[in-house]
């Protein structure tokens, strides 16, 4: 079994739309990170997290740690939010381990 | 500007011919990392290196070797490349107590190996 899972591998929708996008994972962590991956393959970070929610602009990133779960949301999607999105689990050291990515294509 | 380089960006090469793909940094960070991303596997992080000389394996450390000589830099190497070291490489780093945790990609090596 895999420590982390993404759901859905695959998402299409429609400008506007209200975007979420899973992570579960079954081992402690210390702290658990967002990464977008843009079709050129550039990586940006999006956001670390270890407890609670965190806002940036039209994205929202929450984790609940008894659950071992977190969730990815964007607001308001736009074409230009089509990108790979990755979840990735880091351990007390910098040990990262990666989920396999959600592909997202937001149509005009 | 704050960022990652990597070089080469795109290399060809033959099996067994050592190479060294460099990672540089100019945000005075301590941690650096080596991730590898292959299609249907994802990314998995090849070394990692917490401060200056501190290096540590991540997931798929065996045929590559690393170094922290200095803060900025961390070079990869492949002593005795194989074709199944074909990848997209990624360096990427980030500070210790960076609130938001970011970390710093750069922009990829595509290692082909015939």
């Known amino acids: 079994k895999n420590e982390v899972e993404q759901s859905p591998q695959n998402l299409t929708a429609q400008e506007g739309e209200f975007i979420t996008i899973n992570c579960s994972y079954s081992v402690g962590i210390s702290a658990l990170h967002w990464l977008q991956q843009h079709p050129g393959g550039g990586i940006v970070s999006l956001f670390m997290?270890?407890?609670g929610k965190k806002k940036h602009g039209r994205l929202i990133a929450t984790i609940n740690i008894q659950e071992k779960h977190s969730s990815l949301h964007i607001t308001a999607s736009h074409p230009r939010d089509s990108a790979v999105y990755i979840c990735a689990l880091r351990y007390n050291t910098d040990k990262l381990i990666f989920g396999t990515g959600t592909r997202l294509q937001v149509f005009p | 500007e704050a960022q990652v380089t990597q070089n080469p960006r795109y290399l060809i090469t033959v099996t067994g011919k050592k190479l060294t793909v460099t990672c540089s940094q100019n945000?005075?960070?301590?941690?650096m990392s080596w991730y590898r991303q292959d299609p249907g596997l994802g990314l998995r992080q090849i070394y990692y290196?917490?401060?200056?000389?501190?290096?540590d394996k991540g997931d798929v450390p065996e045929g590559y070797k690393v170094s922290r000589k200095e803060k900025r830099n961390f070079p990869l190497i492949l002593e005795s490349p194989s074709p199944n070291q074909t990848s997209l490489y990624f360096c990427?780093?980030?500070?210790?107590?960076?609130?938001?945790?970011?970390?710093?990609f750069g922009p990829g090596t595509r290692l082909t190996v015939l």
């Open positions: 290196s917490m401060n200056v000389e501190v290096t």
């Open positions: 990427a780093s980030r500070a210790r107590l960076a609130l938001r945790g970011t970390q710093y």
């Open positions: 997290l270890s407890s």
């Open positions: 945000m005075n960070h301590e941690y």
